[in-house]
Nanobody, 118 residues
Framework: QVQLVESGGGLVQPGGSMTLSCAASQSIFGLNAMGWYRQAPGKQREFVASITSGGTAVYADPVSGRFTISRGSAKDTVSLQMNSLKPDDTAVYYC????????????WGQGTQVTVSS
């Protein structure tokens, strides 16, 4: 069974930076995109950023200009560079891998906590 493992979460001060990484436990064939979602306390899970197999990146408005998503050097890995962090960025961040085929379900990580606080 394929598992996605996130790393890099923790406590950071407002205005600081943090990098999240995600890697699949084994090779995955036919991914359409890799990305990140987040869920803050009392809120629904929301889209953060994604990058397609072709390298096209998409960002949610609240993080645009501050976050950068990139594919890792190793296959089936993705990173999220977060700069100028705000308290509102506090959430559990989930890695998401989307298969190319529409009849395949997404892969999800267990989540990593990011807390932005002074």
């Amino acid at each position: 069974q394929v598992q996605l493992v996130e790393s890099g979460g923790g406590l950071v001060q407002p205005g600081g930076s943090m990098t999240l990484s995600c890697a699949a436990s084994q090779s995955i064939f036919g991914l359409n995109a890799m990305g990140w979602y987040r869920q803050a306390p009392g809120k629904q899970r929301e889209f953060v950023a994604s990058i397609t197999s072709g390298g096209t990146a998409v960002y949610a408005d609240p993080v645009s200009g501050r976050f950068t998503i990139s594919r890792g050097s190793a296959k089936d890995t993705v990173s999220l560079q977060m700069n100028s962090l705000k308290p509102d960025d506090t959430a559990v961040y989930y890695c998401n891998f989307r298969p190319l085929r529409v009849d395949r379900v997404d892969y999800w990580g267990q989540g990593t906590q990011v807390t932005v606080s002074s």
